[in-house]
């Protein structure tokens, strides 16, 4: 069976500062990986994803997360956050042969001036 | 064109009223979901349509039906909702097949209110 974690609900970073949200996933079969972000009242826009290509994922607006097989680990960073960053942040999990994702709970990230 | 779109944006329905939520894509892909989302969780998969076959209904109740009209258009027919039902709810698509990965791009959501 597949879970994803997502350790801490709410976020609170400085603008500038550094952002690391937290994804740790069990999967008992080599998982696919995604990061979804989500504005007020709108859909998910994926960020990036690990496919068994690179274990260094660049995604858009300036994020990045590295897959760690041995950590089972998938952390979202961005070197300097904006407030446009301010937003909920999901990572999901799924794998060959399945139209499933197993969502984190989302971490809520919020940016200070 | 890498767009899903839905309509209507918002819906305010009583628990008497019959509905459709709409959802279009025209990037090709042969897979599309519906999706509930409550606030402040992530979403809840409803039902998967696979080559316009119903591949994944997830226990939803049969107030909620999904149709497949062609395999850009995925549709969800509402009747007889609760208040509880009230949610963002999301269309998705993906390529398909149940091979390699199933990307799955979504649209804006549709915001119902069950009254």
């Known amino acids: 069976a597949q879970s994803v974690t997502q350790l801490g609900s709410h976020v609170s970073v400085s603008e500038g500062a550094l952002v690391l949200l937290r994804c740790n996933y069990s999967s008992s079969v080599p998982p696919y990986l995604f990061w979804y972000v989500q504005y007020p009242n709108q859909g998910l826009q994926l960020l990036l994803k690990y496919t068994s290509a690179a274990t260094l994922v660049k995604g858009i607006n300036g994020f990045e997360a590295e897959f760690k097989k041995s950590e089972t680990s998938f952390h979202l960073t961005k070197p300097s956050a904006h407030m446009s960053d301010a937003a909920e942040y999901f990572c999901?999990?799924?794998?060959?042969?399945?139209?499933?994702?197993?969502f984190g709970t989302g971490t809520r990230l919020k940016v200070l001036a | 064109d890498t767009e899903v779109t839905q309509t209507p944006k918002h819906l305010v329905m009583g628990m008497t009223n019959k509905k459709s939520l709409k959802c279009e894509q025209h990037?090709?892909?042969?897979?599309m979901y519906w999706y509930k989302q409550k606030a402040k969780k992530p979403p809840e998969l409803m039902f998967v349509?696979?080559?316009?076959?119903?591949?994944i209904n997830e226990s939803v109740p049969s107030r909620f039906s999904p149709e497949c009209p062609n395999s850009s258009l995925l549709n969800l027919h509402l009747h007889a909702l609760q208040p509880e039902d009230s949610a963002l709810y999301l269309c998705?698509?993906?390529?398909?097949?149940?091979?390699?990965?199933?990307?799955?791009?979504f649209g804006p959501g549709t915001r119902l209110t069950v009254l």
């Open positions: 990037m090709g892909h042969r897979a």
């Open positions: 998705a698509s993906s390529q398909g097949g149940r091979g390699l990965y199933n990307e799955q791009f």
């Open positions: 999901a999990v799924s794998t060959s042969g399945t139209y499933k994702y197993i």
């Open positions: 349509y696979s080559y316009e076959k119903l591949s």
